[in-house]
């Protein structure tokens, strides 16, 4: 009879123990902190479009032949169809630019994206002088601020060491270089606006916002 009760209180020791070891990892488990999933959100409610003599744009027909301009293409901070303007175009501007972003923390970028006749999808964004300058066998894009040279009868386009936080990339001109040829798909010219870092995907670094517009150049 001893050996009985021995062995029931073994067991009972036994079954006790486990029990608080299976406790102590619950609540080990328990305390561990969640990862919180980073949901991304743009609240950059600036309207962008291309527009030529103040009137939208979304197609334009193009000559791409090499050592001659596809165009020079202009954007405007609104989605109408046709600016009715008060005043004048870069004077606009700014007030338009000025109800979406008075702190002036918005910045303007484009994309240029494209497909070879060898099947490669190429695309690639511009958002300072400094681009990733590996396409210009394609085309060449140049930077211009018309509004900060507003009353300017002429002048060139922004370079490296003039860029800063008040330069406004109001427009560019894609040169074609001798790769033009070799394009098999329509040209598709991107404007955007973007305020922050991660207003681009981290794996592709596409522009992932709201506030675009795009130009699809075809070849005339």
Known sequence: MKKYLILIICLLLFTGCTTKKVEKKVKKVKEEPKEEKIVYKDENMMPISFYENNKKITTQSVIQKVGYDLGVFQIFPSNEDTLQLNKSHWDSFYEEWNKYDTNHTTKIGYNVSFTTTDGKNISYN????????????????????????????????????????????????????????????NINLTVFTYDTEDDFDPDTKEYRGNSKATLVLTKK
Do not use: C, Q
Request: aromatic share 18%.
């Open 126 to 185: 511009i958002l300072s002088p400094t681009y990733p300058k590996e396409y210009d066998s394609y085309m060449m894009p140049f930077l211009y601020d018309d509004y900060n040279n507003r009353g300017k009868s002429w002048y060139s386009h922004v370079e490296e060491n003039e860029y800063n936080e008040n330069t406004f990339l109001t427009s560019i001109k894609l040169f074609a270089n001798g790769d033009i040829s070799n394009i098999s798909s």
